[in-house]
């Protein structure tokens, strides 16, 4: 659902290069005197379910009730409640086996064949002599002529997945797609009625790593494929089942090539048995909105996550005295950007639809405040009509380059680029693929259920010493700071290239506030699909 820009973007672009920008003005100052703030050793490493959270959360309160906005969360509250159940497996409580067409029964051993767990539901999974389904790479990508489910009916049986993506550019080239992750494949197959996902593991360094975690405590995402389990398969036991079945090895060979098409291992049959302790630890987002006077339905979303990874609690043996991950630069620089965006658009004319500022809990414990929201909007998405992103704010001098995550997927860039050419400068993509950054912050769950999302990034080819310079010192900084306790507040941070990236920011959200356009994914995108189940809501 690719649209044409609006003449609204060409008109704030022009704005934006006569400086009339309508009660805008950034401050660095103010940012740097926010992050000072919340990223001192008194918050804790601002961790979820601390006192460093509810500090951070009642400081967030109050800058929204001095610039008198509404809250926006559920039932007229600030806060919105994350429940995060986390899952630990029963000691000796897994087992599995299966059996081939000649009825005979082969255990399979945990750790070595199979690692086994139930994080769903009560934590406790029980399937009996289900049949078996190996479905390739488990892609269904209908703008990419991809279908590996063809028409197989997986209701009830297990589906067997290979980790992963086809290369080369059909999906992408170097930066990775959706598909490629666990939660697409389990969301596919549940989608389609199966009961469970197997992950078959190809290499014995691969199944090395899986083995060692397989008794780690796990979170659950908020609003993830409820399988009655799900698995790790090791390459010999897969093997075994493949020729008990009778499968011929070239339809293996041929899972990459887009010809494949899932077939039922004849005759095997899979049994599996896990339990899981389960707590909950309940954090929050907070939310404010300003309401829209004309479409108050209609809802442009700014996020930002508050927390960071804690202090000693968490941490008790990171070396030396420090022991404080204090997160300024990540995300204390993100939470201020958007309390500044706040600010600002708060003093401009009351926009037509409904702006939200939302600070999201629990990033880094895998982007569990926004998955939750995403399951539990507060509004619904089908009439969100965009994500702003706000993560770790660039400290540098000016920039001539708007790098964002995931170029290439939806139109915000476009209207970004509208915005940022009359000023010389340009919108790139991340330059680091193997990073996969559109999947690791908090626009990602809203792309995930079909919402436009972009995320503006640290630019490279600095105005002041070029590209080459720009580069150096962005990795010099994140090799030195990202996730330790160096990640402190400094006097000394330049703030310019945030302040011209959060200028572009409030101009791109209040254009799309003012105008009645919806923003829409490009054709190969794979969340085209997705926002598409739901154009009636747009009509």
């Known amino acids: 659902m690719f649209r044409a820009l609006t003449g609204g973007v060409a008109v704030a672009a022009l704005l934006l290069v006569a400086g009339s920008a309508a009660a805008q003005n950034v401050s660095a100052e103010r940012i740097s005197n926010d992050i000072r703030t919340i990223s001192a050793d008194e918050y804790q490493g601002r961790y979820p379910g601390t006192e460093g959270e509810r500090m951070t959360l009642a400081w967030l309160q109050a800058q929204y009730e001095a610039m ?34 000649d009825g005979a029964s082969h255990p399979l051993v945990i750790g070595t064949d199979i690692v ?3 994080i769903s539901n009560d934590g406790k999974a029980a399937i009996a002599n289900a049949p078996v389904v190996f479905a390739g790479y488990g892609i269904t990508a209908p703008e990419r002529n991809w279908d590996d489910y063809g028409n197989l009916d997986v209701r009830g049986k297990v589906v067997i997945v290979v980790a992963g993506e ?14 490629e992750s666990a939660a697409y494949k389990a969301d596919e197959a549940v989608r389609r009625g ?26 659950r995402t908020p609003g993830s494929a409820d ?3 799900s698995a790790s398969l090791n390459h010999t036991a897969a093997m075994a089942w493949a020729q008990a079945a009778g499968m011929d090895m070239a339809t293996l060979s041929n899972v990459g090539s887009g010809q494949f098409k899932a077939v039922e291992l004849t005759g095997v049959k899979l049994s599996v048995n896990a339990e899981e302790t389960i707590n909950t630890l309940v954090t929050h987002n907070l939310l404010a909105k300003i309401e829209g006077s004309e479409r108050p339905n209609e809802v442009i979303v700014y996020s930002a996550h508050w927390d960071h990874v804690g202090g000693e609690a968490q941490h008790p043996d990171t070396p030396g005295d420090d022991k ?30 409904t702006i939200v500022f939302a ?18 909007p507060v509004y619904p998405l089908e009439t969100t009509v965009a994500d702003i992103n706000i993560d770790m704010l660039p400290l540098s001098g000016p920039t001539k380059d708007v790098p964002i995550f995931g170029k290439g997927q939806n139109d915000l860039e476009d209207r970004l680029e509208a915005l940022a ?43 002041e010493g070029g590209r080459e310079a720009g580069e150096a010192a962005w990795k010099a900084k994140f090799a030195a700071d990202y996730h330790k306790p160096s990640d402190e507040w400094s006097a000394d941070w330049d703030l310019r290239s945030a302040v011209e990236n959060l200028t572009l920011l409030y101009h791109l959200g209040l254009d799309l506030a003012n105008s009645s356009d919806w923003p829409g994914w490009k054709p190969t995108s794979e969340f085209a699909q997705v926002r598409a189940r739901s154009d009636a809501a747009r009509r």
Do not use: C
């Open 116 to 118: 086994v767990r139930a």
């Open 227 to 229: 399988t009655e389990f």
């Open 421 to 463: 050419a009359p000023l010389g400068r340009y919108v790139s993509d991340d330059h680091m693929p193997e990073q996969g950054f559109y999947y690791r912050s908090d626009h990602f769950p809203f792309a995930r259920m079909g919402v436009p999302a972009i995320m503006p990034w640290h630019g490279w080819d600095w105005v």
């Open 166 to 179: 086809p290369e080369g550019e059909v999906f992408n080239g170097a930066y990775d797609t959706n598909y």
């Open 359 to 376: 600070h999201m809990a629990a990033e880094e414990m895998g982007l569990m405040g926004a998955y939750g929201y995403a399951a539990d």
């Open 68 to 101: 008198g906005l509404k809250p926006g969360g559920p039932d007229g509250q600030w806060l919105q409640a994350i429940p995060l159940q986390r899952y630990t497996p029963v000691a000796g409580a897994a087992s599995a086996s299966w059996t081939g067409s």
């Open 194 to 219: 199966a009961v469970g996902v197997v992950t078959l593991v190809t290499s014995p360094q691969a199944w090395q790593r899986v083995a060692v975690g397989a008794g780690r405590q796990r979170t």
């Open 324 to 353: 404080i991950f204090n997160g300024a630069w990540d995300n204390a620089s993100g939470t201020a950007g958007v309390v500044e965006m706040a600010r600002q658009l708060s003093q401009a004319p009351r926009p037509k639809r």
